[in-house]
């Protein structure tokens, strides 16, 4: 008997044994893996080759000749919170923490000189400043509205465009902004700072404030077009900087990519959008083809057509610019929009366009032998706001793509 029982013991240990060793293999094989990048957003080769380009290249390219940083408006701070958005967002003098969208825009702009001019006074500096927003949990009395488990948006947020003219109070566009602006500067302190002074104990307060905003998040489900293409680029960028395996989640979205970017050019749901139709087909473009760099950063597949469907893309709108009639037939369907009778809402200098902007430097870097890249080349000039302006992504696609383009 007693023999009986101390074979079953020994079996028990065994197998108990060999499920640690499994579990053990699975986390560290399937939950960390080596990431091949610093950024989600960028490979390695790419941001190494343009470090390796020489200074004054890189400031000529990125029209940073006579930059100085905004430190009047830097210094001003993050506030504690964004509140009082209506749906339409056409409200900004009445919005408290409004200011820290300039605060933020004039960092960033800070950020990508220090990168150019291989100013390292200045990356401390800076590095100091998200240091201190950090450590004074800067925007974190913002009213939480998403949430990264159901349900997936607060109850208490629910009901925007309530007012058919957007004049009602939606917290949740308070949430999204707050939530942009945090990630975004996320997304550069992965690829800036990551590995900067590694033994400083800044890094600690930062990252704990990051990672305080990650319960806020929506999680990515299905695809579509705002709102970092349905919250797919924060949740990416969270399972990299965990070093967990992200793949799926960039195929699913490549997929969704995919199928939003219809044969005829247009893209679902944004080239129909009446009098805007112009500026919300230009937005969708800026998020495909971010979309296409974090597949190629992460070594996943881009089928043929997405990208002939892209280019097509890029032609219609390329071609509806110069004349409004050419998109007419996709704005009368006025999906959320109101009637264009022939003339799109579009500032008519590119040179001032900076939503979703990188893919103007983008195309030509990748494309340069395109008629819209030599016709992108030739309307943007060095003092592009697109070079400035990675509110969104943080990291300077437009400036670093440029840079190679031309060099």
């Known amino acids: 008997m007693l023999k009986i029982i101390f074979i079953t013991i020994t079996a028990f240990l065994s197998f108990s044994a060999q499920s640690l060793t499994f579990n053990n293999n699975y986390d560290s094989t399937i939950e960390k893996p080596q990431q ?30 006579y930059f100085k940083p ?11 919170k964004i509140l009082g958005f209506n749906a339409k967002m056409d409200n900004n003098d009445y919005v408290e923490g409004i200011n820290s969208r300039k605060v933020h825009r004039k960092y960033l702009a800070a950020i990508t000189f220090a990168m150019v001019s291989e100013d390292l006074e200045l990356k401390e500096k800076l590095f100091d400043k998200l240091h201190q927003w950090a450590s004074q949990d800067s925007l974190s009395a913002t009213k939480q509205c998403y949430s990264s488990t159901p349900p997936s948006i607060l109850r208490s947020c629910r009901g925007e465009w309530s007012d058919p003219d957007g004049q009602d109070i939606a917290p949740v566009k308070d ?11 996320n997304y550069i302190y ?62 699913r979205m490549v997929k969704g990519l995919d199928k939003w970017t219809l044969d005829d050019g247009s893209m679902k749901n944004r080239t129909t959008r009446g009098n805007r139709a112009l500026w919300y087909h230009h937005t969708a473009i800026g998020e495909a083809f971010i ?33 409004h ?17 022939g003339h799109q809402k579009f500032n008519d200098d590119l040179n001032y366009v900076s939503y979703y902007s990188a893919w103007f430097h983008i195309f030509q870097m990748r494309y340069p032998e395109h008629r819209t890249a030599k016709w992108l080349k030739q309307e943007l000039s060095s003092e592009a706001r697109s070079l400035r302006s990675p509110q969104l992504v943080g990291v300077n696609l437009a400036c670093i793509h440029k840079a190679l383009a031309d060099n």
Request: aromatic share 14%.
């Open 36 to 65: 091949t990048s610093k950024s989600i957003f960028i490979s390695d080769e790419i941001y190494n080759n343009f470090n390796q380009l020489p200074k004054e290249k890189k400031i000529e390219s990125c029209g940073f000749e």
């Open 175 to 185: 949430a999204t902004v707050a939530l942009e602006i945090v990630m975004s500067l």
């Open 70 to 80: 905004h430190w009047k408006v830097i210094n001003q701070d993050l506030d504690p």
């Open 291 to 323: 979309i296409l760099e974090i597949a190629r950063t992460a070594n996943v597949h881009i089928p043929d057509d997405l990208e002939d469907k892209l280019i097509k893309a890029v032609e219609l709108f390329h071609d509806s610019y110069l004349d």
């Open 325 to 341: 009639s050419v998109i007419e037939p996709w704005a009368k369907q006025r999906h959320h929009g109101q009637a264009s009778n």
């Open 190 to 251: 992965k690829l800036y700072y990551s590995d900067y002074q590694l033994q400083d104990k800044r890094h600690k307060v930062i990252k704990e404030w990051f990672e305080s905003f990650y319960h806020r998040i929506k999680r990515a489900d299905k695809f579509y077009f705002g709102n970092s293409v349905g919250w797919y680029f924060p949740n990416i960028a969270i399972k990299h900087g965990k070093n967990r395996n992200y793949k799926d989640m960039v195929k």
